[in-house]
């Protein structure tokens, strides 16, 4: 089964940026469709961003990120990442990757329990 990583996160200004990246440990990688969660403190977690298994502009963001986030995925480098502009202190969280196998590259999955498989999270903070 794949196994999920992700990586930079951190502490930045609002108006500032951070790209998240999410690597997958199986060369199989392009038959799953992904997806990015957070999850703040005292809260459920949330969606954020989703592509196909295939990518490209086949993208789907949660109102509160559309303008600013930006999904995209590498599958020469088995990496799915997640550019983040304009932050504000609303965004931090807790942010996860996960994954679903899809081999038609047609789906986008919004929910949390479409996903199978789940990254151990990366913490963005956000300072006023």
């Known amino acids: 089964q794949v196994q999920l990583v992700e990586s930079g996160g951190g502490l930045v200004q609002a108006g500032g940026s951070l790209r998240l990246s999410c690597v997958a440990s199986?060369?199989?990688?392009?038959?799953?469709?992904m997806g990015w969660f957070r999850q703040a403190p005292g809260k459920e977690r949330e969606y954020v961003a989703a592509t196909t298994s295939s990518g490209g502009s086949s993208t789907n963001y949660a109102d509160s990120v559309k303008g600013r986030f930006t999904i995209s995925r590498d599958n020469a480098k088995n990496t799915v990442y997640l550019q983040m502009n304009s932050l504000n202190p609303e965004d931090t969280a807790v942010y996860y990757c996960?994954?679903?196998?899809?081999?038609?590259?047609?789906?986008?999955?919004?929910?949390?329990?479409?996903?199978?498989?789940w990254g151990q999270g990366t913490q963005v903070t956000v300072s006023s």
């Open positions: 996960a994954a679903r196998l899809d081999v038609s590259g047609r789906n986008i999955w919004t929910k949390s329990y479409a996903y199978s498989i």
């Open positions: 199986e060369r199989t990688f392009s038959v799953y469709a």
